[in-house]
């Protein structure tokens, strides 16, 4: 079992940058997938980013590749999300999400998710 924690929303003018944190309990956190997560106002919750249980494979959503980095520190139990040259329509709550291994790109796949926390970009 895991649990987790984001911080690091905000309020930033389009072409800044926000850097999100998820912190996870427990001692198997280096057996995770960690994934990112957003989900707009009236949308599905989609795919960002997701690094594997030891970094060594990383995916992101076309949409952010070449714009934001996933990276984890294991010794720490975290993952973060940095997010460069932010779009207005990069608007939503982020979630960080945890499965066990397989590395994965759909929200139904994974076991464990945080609380979320806003970003809003203004234009």
């Known amino acids: 079992q895991v649990q987790l924690v984001e911080s690091g929303g905000g309020l930033v003018q389009a072409g800044g940058s926000l850097r999100l944190s998820c912190a996870a309990s427990?001692?198997?956190?280096?057996?995770?997938?960690m994934g990112w997560f957003r989900q707009a106002p009236g949308k599905e919750r989609e795919f960002v980013a997701v690094i594997s249980v030891r970094g060594g494979t990383i995916f992101y959503a076309d949409s952010v590749k070449g714009r934001f980095t996933i990276s984890r520190d294991n010794a720490k139990n975290t993952v973060a999300l940095q997010m460069n040259s932010l779009k207005p329509e990069d608007t939503a709550v982020y979630f960080c999400?945890?499965?066990?291994?397989?590395?994965?790109?759909?929200?139904?796949?994974?076991?464990?998710w945080g609380q979320g926390t806003q970003v809003t970009v203004s234009s």
């Open positions: 427990g001692r198997t956190f280096s057996s995770y997938v």
């Open positions: 999400a945890a499965r066990r291994l397989v590395v994965a790109k759909t929200p139904s796949e994974y076991n464990y």
